[in-house]
């Protein structure tokens, strides 16, 4: 009885030493590889190329936190807020005064109809398009007639009549007129009005830039130095393609909001827009996490009519992997 019980008990297996996988630790060296070839490879090349499993890839990469939105980065790119301004405009706007320029009637009354529809005001500009219902002549015509006055008031001048271009179009100056009104109150909005002044992100470029000498015939930095003076920041470095389009929504906002108070100092700094080809170049280097996010780079490509710059290729090449 006690042999056939002995027999029945559980038997413990012996396990050989010499074939238990022992797991090796991870260097400091394999962590700052792996990440850095995760920004132009998929995990599963990483995994190839570093020899290291691809669960410990995964594992080091999600980690990290280098490629997951980046917050601090964020907060620097992004316009103040919107502010209940305390100013009240006056209830009944005053029309511009109605002056002979031309000596053509209707010519001059078209100049200012365009001169009440540049205010932006849309109680104004709502009059202007009905005041110019009872202009009976042709786009065609009017625009032949202004363009002819140019010509004649500035002889040798070949650009002059470029400003009669669309010069009819009443309908087409409104919609900008409005679009660029409502682009200055919300500059005042955000800014209490010194939105012509350094941003945050403004002054950022420039300290990081600081003693770089600009050259070529449009000025511009060489794009290798500022790579290298950007990348010193490291947290303030795009992690992600959707930090990217973040940080290039800023510039274009920040750009339209100025350029709608004052087309001269649309651009802000040097610095500023060589940080905004330097995000460019990122998204021809920092890899998709998913169809949606390439997606999207693909759709700012066409919207942004930056398709064709000499990075576009090589962005293109990166989306498709």
Known sequence: MNAVMQDDAPRKTMVNPAKVAVKQPVSDEQRRQVLDLR???????????????????????SRSGAFRDNDQHRALFTLPPIKVSQETLPSVPELPPQEVVTGDKEVDAVLWLRSIINTGLAALIELAMEAAKRIKTSHDVLER?????L????P?????????FGFADLELLASRAIEQHQLRLEGVARFDGDLLADTEADTFCIDALRGLEASGQFGDF???????????HPELLPHTLADCLYELDYWNQLY????AVDRDASDGPAEATARDWFVFSLLAEIRPRNKAEALAVFRYLIASQRDDMTESEAILCNLIG
């Open 156 to 164: 040798g001048n070949p650009f002059a009549a470029m400003s009669s």
């Open 222 to 232: 060489d794009k290798s130095e500022v790579a290298a003076r950007f990348s010193a």
């Open 151 to 154: 010509t004649a008031t500035n």
């Open 256 to 259: 339209r909001l100025r350029n």
């Open 39 to 61: 920004r132009r490879h998929s995990l599963r090349e990483v995994a190839e190329a570093t020899g290291l499993p691809l669960g410990t890839v995964k594992t080091l990469v």
């Open 145 to 149: 007639r202004y363009r002819d006055y």
